[in-house]
Nanobody, 121 residues
């Protein structure tokens, strides 16, 4: 069984920073793409950033220059450093990973439960 567990959310003032972490655990053979998504109240879930196993990154236009995604392949962990936070960044942030479990011959997409990020003064 594979699990993704996020941590690091919370309340921060506009202009502040937070660092999110997401650790994958369980019977994992390999992990390809890992990413962060967010969903604000009343809105659809949107992609924030992704990173491949080789380190290639992609970002939503709204977070470019402010957020940085990274990963530690040895720890099966992906991070999201969020700087210059704005009220419109308020959302539940969830991580997603493209994983091949042990003894499986196909890829599965796993989701964490999410962590709340609130940007408010």
């Amino acid at each position: 069984q594979v699990q993704l567990v996020e941590s690091g959310g919370g309340l921060v003032q506009p202009g502040g920073s937070l660092r999110l972490s997401c650790a994958a655990s369980g019977s994992i053979f390999s992990i390809d793409v890992m990413g962060w998504y967010r969903q604000a109240p009343g809105k659809q879930r949107e992609l924030v950033a992704t990173v491949t196993v080789g380190g290639h990154t992609e970002y939503a236009e709204s977070v470019k220059g402010r957020f940085t995604i990274s990963r530690d392949n040895a720890k099966n962990t992906v991070y999201l450093q969020m700087n210059s936070l704005k009220p419109e960044d308020t959302a539940v942030y969830s991580c997603n990973a493209k994983i091949i479990p042990v003894r499986a011959n196909t890829v599965y997409y796993y989701w964490g439960r999410g962590t709340q990020v609130t940007v408010s003064s």
